[in-house]
């Protein structure tokens, strides 16, 4: 994506869930951009449940892989192309687990709904943004959403699968300041280069306090249980520890440090166009990402008195608020006792991830949204994600689908 082309995939699945016996529809937003929707009805004694997916994938360069990135290769124990874990093999654990509820001949509680959506990659304007301007049931009346957002990785030999309930918000700020031109030769006092240059110290002097919010103290909070850490019960006494406990032993792990601070990170550096001349502007480009509490009006207010300098004009090119879905809930609690019940020593813990998914189009409406993809996977594996080489293992897969189906199964009988 671009460009997308989701009708293949769409109606790939729709073929295979109605040998099935399950209705499905194809939703298209544009021509080629299909959405795929299949359901179970349940009897109606709790609201719906959604398994949610895109389709779509990112680019890749076949020059640099080991196998085709979009056959599907069969190879070592894994499953190699592009999406394998972004996110068509957690689409296909979905898949699966709708597949195996029907034959089970149960009929659950709630209604389950299977979203297969397009356009995630590049925001959602043709997948999950359009369905939900669309008139489709029960859409926008579920009760639980399953996402990709979280996965899972081995702490002292134990599966820790991560809960991703929330995602930061951004701003994205442009920065800019004039100078007089002229001659090089002849410089003035106000060269933009270097009043920027004050500036960009500033920043990069700058430290943001540790913030807590809900999901970093459930994430905090329970991986001080696992450390066998005593946490005071009062909540101003327990975040005092809480930071204590995170500064020291997260102090160099960037995925965990992104949960704890609001961020600023200059990128885009731009002045000057010859060698002997004064440049008339410097702009600088920043990447804010803020944690849930923050909003980006207030952080805004913020930068501006960071930057302290009336000269300097700020225009917002892109602002996104931080969506949090609640962790204590039912779905979280069932979560965690399947973990628990694969492997005795497994549990599942809170995540607040920097990137956003289509779970913020859900969160915006006050839907819990999980990313929940039951997958054990290192650190390497995760970086072929939108890399190269991207794949997933069969075990994975299989020991996913397993996983899901139980924490559906139970989610959807009293
Ligand atoms: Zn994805």
Same mark, same amino acid.
């Given at each position: 994506?671009?460009?997308?082309?989701?009708?293949?995939?769409?109606?790939?699945?729709?073929?295979?869930?109605?040998?099935?016996?399950?209705? %499905?529809?194809?939703?298209?937003?544009?021509?080629?951009?299909?959405?795929?929707?299949?359901?179970?009805?349940?009897?109606?004694?709790?609201?719906?449940?959604?398994?949610?997916?895109?389709?779509?994938?990112?680019?890749?360069?076949?020059?640099?892989?080991?196998?085709?990135?979009?056959?599907?290769?069969?190879?070592?124990?894994?499953?190699?192309?592009?999406?394998?874990?972004?996110?068509?093999?957690?689409?296909?654990?979905?898949?699966?687990?709708?597949?195996?509820?029907?034959?089970?001949?149960?009929?659950?509680?709630?209604?389950?709904?299977?979203?297969?959506?397009?356009?995630?990659?590049?925001?959602?304007?043709?997948?999950?943004?359009?369905?939900?301007?669309?008139?489709?049931?029960?859409?926008?009346?579920?009760?639980?959403?399953?996402?990709?957002?979280?996965?899972?990785?081995?702490?002292?030999?134990?599966?820790?699968?991560?809960?991703?309930?929330?995602?930061?918000?951004?701003?994205?700020?442009?920065?800019?300041?004039?100078?007089?031109?002229?001659?090089?030769?002849?410089?003035?006092?106000?060269? %933009?280069?270097?009043?920027?240059?004050?500036?960009?110290?500033?920043?990069?002097?700058?430290?943001?306090?540790?913030?807590?919010?809900?999901?970093?103290?459930?994430?905090?909070?329970?991986?001080?249980?696992?450390?066998?850490?005593?946490?005071?019960?009062?909540? %101003?006494?327990?975040?005092?520890?809480?930071?204590?406990?995170?500064?020291?032993?997260?102090?160099?792990?960037?995925?965990?440090?992104?949960?704890?601070?609001?961020?600023?990170?200059?990128?885009?550096?731009?002045?000057?166009?010859?060698?002997?001349?004064?440049?008339?502007?410097?702009?600088?480009?920043?990447?804010?990402?803020?944690?849930?509490?923050?909003?980006?009006?207030?952080?805004?207010?913020?930068?501006?008195?960071?930057?302290?300098?009336?000269?300097?004009?700020?225009?917002?090119?892109?602002?996104?608020?931080?969506?949090?879905?609640?962790?204590?809930?039912?779905?979280?609690?069932?979560?965690?006792?399947?973990?628990?019940?694969?492997?005795?020593?497994?549990?599942?813990?809170?995540?607040?991830?920097?990137?956003?998914?289509?779970?913020?189009?859900?969160?915006?409406?006050?839907?819990?949204?999980?990313?929940?993809?039951?997958?054990?996977?290192?650190?390497?594996?995760?970086?072929?994600?939108?890399?190269?080489?991207?794949?997933?293992?069969?075990?994975?897969?299989?020991?996913?689908?397993?996983?899901?189906?139980?924490?559906?199964?139970?989610?959807?009988?009293?």
């Amino acid at each position: 994506n671009p460009p997308g082309n989701e009708i293949l995939t769409a109606n790939f699945i729709k073929i295979m869930l109605e040998r099935e016996g399950i209705p %499905a529809v194809i939703y298209e937003s544009v021509s080629g951009r299909g959405n795929l929707i299949a359901r179970i009805a349940g009897n109606g004694t709790r609201k719906p449940l959604m398994m949610l997916s895109h389709m779509d994938v990112v680019a890749a360069n076949p020059n640099q892989w080991r196998f085709d990135p979009f056959a599907g290769i069969v190879a070592e124990d894994y499953i190699w192309g592009r999406g394998a874990l972004d996110m068509k093999g957690m689409l296909a654990m979905e898949l699966m687990t709708l597949i195996l509820y029907k034959r089970s001949g149960q009929v659950p509680d709630r209604e389950l709904i299977l979203v297969a959506a397009a356009d995630e990659e590049v925001g959602g304007i043709y997948g999950i943004h359009w369905l939900m301007e669309q008139d489709i049931p029960s859409l926008t009346a579920v009760e639980y959403i399953i996402n990709e957002g979280g996965t899972g990785f081995l702490q002292n030999q134990m599966p820790v699968y991560t809960c991703q309930n929330a995602e930061k918000g951004l701003l994205w700020v442009k920065l800019s300041l004039s100078g007089t031109p002229g001659h090089a030769s002849m410089p003035a006092k106000d060269n %933009a280069i270097v009043q920027m240059n004050r500036i960009i110290s500033r920043i990069g002097r700058h430290r943001e306090p540790l913030t807590l919010c809900e999901t970093s103290r459930g994430f905090l909070s329970q991986m001080a249980v696992q450390h066998g850490v005593k946490l005071p019960t009062r909540p %101003a006494n327990l975040d005092y520890s809480l930071k204590m406990f995170a500064s020291r032993h997260f102090n160099k792990e960037r995925s965990i440090q992104g949960m704890l601070y609001n961020t600023i990170s200059p990128t885009i550096l731009q002045a000057g166009m010859k060698t002997n001349v004064l440049p008339e502007q410097c702009e600088l480009t920043l990447d804010c990402r803020l944690v849930p509490g923050e909003t980006p009006e207030h952080f805004l207010e913020q930068l501006r008195n960071l930057i302290n300098d009336s000269k300097v004009t700020m225009e917002v090119i892109q602002s996104a608020a931080p969506t949090e879905s609640p962790v204590d809930t039912e779905l979280f609690r069932t979560m965690r006792q399947i973990a628990h019940q694969e492997n005795s020593g497994g549990d599942v813990v809170p995540y607040l991830s920097t990137l956003a998914t289509d779970s913020r189009y859900f969160r915006q409406k006050g839907i819990t949204s999980y990313g929940f993809i039951p997958i054990l996977i290192s650190e390497a594996e995760l970086q072929k994600m939108h890399g190269i080489d991207e794949r997933i293992s069969l075990a994975n897969l299989e020991t996913g689908t397993r996983i899901l189906y139980q924490v559906i199964e139970r989610i959807s009988h009293n």
